[in-house]
Nanobody, 123 residues
Framework: QVQLVESGGGLVQAGGSLRLSCAAS????????MGWYRQAPGKQRELVAA???????NYADSVKGRFTISRDNAKNTVYLQMNSLKPEDTAVYYC?????????????????WGQGTQVTVSS
């Protein structure tokens, strides 16, 4: 079993900063891609940022230059540093990890989602 625990959301004024964390634990062999998605009320879930096992990153155009994704492989954790926050960044943020686990049948790769953390940016 693998568990993801998100933290770091909250209420912040426009222009402020927040740092989200997502820590994975359990029967983990290796963590491959890591990413952050968000879903605002009435909207579809969208990719915010992603980072590969090699450290390559990509960002949604709306957050480029303001958000930074990073990972700590020793801690099985992915971070999202969010600066210059805007009211339109308000959403529930979800981490998304592609994890290889060891099973009695061999290694298997699965996609896991965090429980979500609310980010609210006031104007």
């Amino acid at each position: 079993q693998v568990q993801l625990v998100e933290s770091g959301g909250g209420l912040v004024q426009a222009g402020g900063s927040l740092r989200l964390s997502c820590a994975a634990s359990g029967n983990i062999f290796t963590i491959n891609a890591m990413g952050w998605y968000r879903q605002a009320p009435g909207k579809q879930r969208e990719l915010v940022a992603a980072i590969t096992s090699g450290g390559s990153t990509n960002y949604a155009d709306s957050v480029k230059g303001r958000f930074t994704i990073s990972r700590d492989n020793a801690k099985n954790t992915v971070y999202l540093q969010m600066n210059s926050l805007k009211p339109e960044d308000t959403a529930v943020y979800y981490c998304n990890l592609t994890i290889t686990i060891a099973t009695m049948w061999g290694r298997r790769e699965y996609l896991y989602w965090g429980q979500g953390t609310q980010v609210t940016v006031s104007s």
